[in-house]
């Protein structure tokens, strides 16, 4: 059973940054293919990012450019760097492993993009 905790959610201004990381348990993020999601208001959590245990890398065409996923393989760590954030951006943001019939998801960390 593997755990996932999010971190690095705040309140920051429109066209800002925040970096979030996912810590992982064990020595899994090698293997397993990470994602991080966002949920708004509402019941649809959207894909935003993603980096498969290969290291390929994808993006939501709404984030693309702006946002960066990257991975600490030593310190079993998941990253989404935002930049040039929108209001838009604000969400609940959720970090996911998954392999094969596998999948764990982290309690999520308020993202809040205001003036």
């Known amino acids: 059973q593997a755990q996932l905790v999010e971190s690095g959610g705040g309140l920051v201004q429109p066209g800002g940054s925040l970096r979030l990381s996912c810590r992982v348990s064990?020595?899994?993020?090698?293997?397993?293919?990470m994602n991080w999601y966002r949920q708004a208001p509402g019941p649809e959590r959207e894909l935003v990012a993603g980096?498969?245990?290969?290291?390929?890398?994808n993006y939501a065409n709404s984030v693309k450019g702006r946002f960066t996923i990257s991975r600490d393989l030593a310190k079993n760590t998941v990253y989404l760097q935002m930049d040039s954030l929108k209001p838009e951006d604000t969400a609940v943001y959720y970090c996911?492993?998954?392999?094969?019939?596998?999948?764990?998801w982290g309690q999520g960390t308020q993202v809040t993009v205001s003036s």
């Open positions: 996911k492993a998954s392999y094969r019939l596998y999948t764990y």
């Open positions: 064990g020595d899994i993020i090698r293997i397993y293919d």
């Open positions: 980096i498969t245990s290969g290291g390929s890398t």
